[in-house]
């Protein structure tokens, strides 16, 4: 009778242990499908905007050069202005802008990947352990009022 129950207990616990490795393996191919679902969706996001970015100011550009070139009366001046004007913003990016850029990107990724909502396994193996737990103490309750 005993080893009949410590052998059915056996079962249990080999059965609840392929159930959470199961379990964990859905969970993490969910949250994988998930980030990579935001992380095509950002990037779509940031070659339409990007490239719709580039074109306005290709022609924001174009039409400076040309209004500078008219005003200093030589048409590749205002070109050159503009070039220049560029050169400086890139020049001051690489310097000062680098590591905040850094720091956003990165920050803005890990939000992507982590989520407040998602459980973390720790937790999510201390509810299950607290649920088989309370299993076990049902199970011992029902056998002591069989054997009484």
């Known amino acids: 009778m005993a080893f009949s129950s410590l052998k059915e207990s056996l079962h249990k616990v080999t059965d609840r242990i392929e159930d959470y490795s199961v379990s964990m393996a859905e969970y993490y191919k969910l949250r994988l499908f998930k980030s990579a679902m935001k992380g095509a969706v950002s990037l779509v996001n940031l070659l339409v905007y990007g490239s719709l970015s580039l074109f306005v100011m290709l022609f924001l ?64 193996v201390e509810q299950e352990i607290n649920e088989y737990q309370e299993t076990l103490l049902e199970e011992e309750s029902k056998e002591e009022k069989i054997s009484n």
């Open 61 to 124: 550009s174009v039409g400076a050069a040309f209004w500078l070139g008219t005003f200093f009366e030589y048409v590749y001046v205002g070109f050159l202005l503009i070039g220049a004007f560029y050169g400086v913003i890139l020049i001051f990016m690489y310097i000062f802008g680098r590591k905040i850029m850094e720091r956003k990107l990165l920050h803005q990724f890990s939000g992507l990947l982590y989520d407040a909502e998602d459980l973390e396994p720790k937790v999510a």
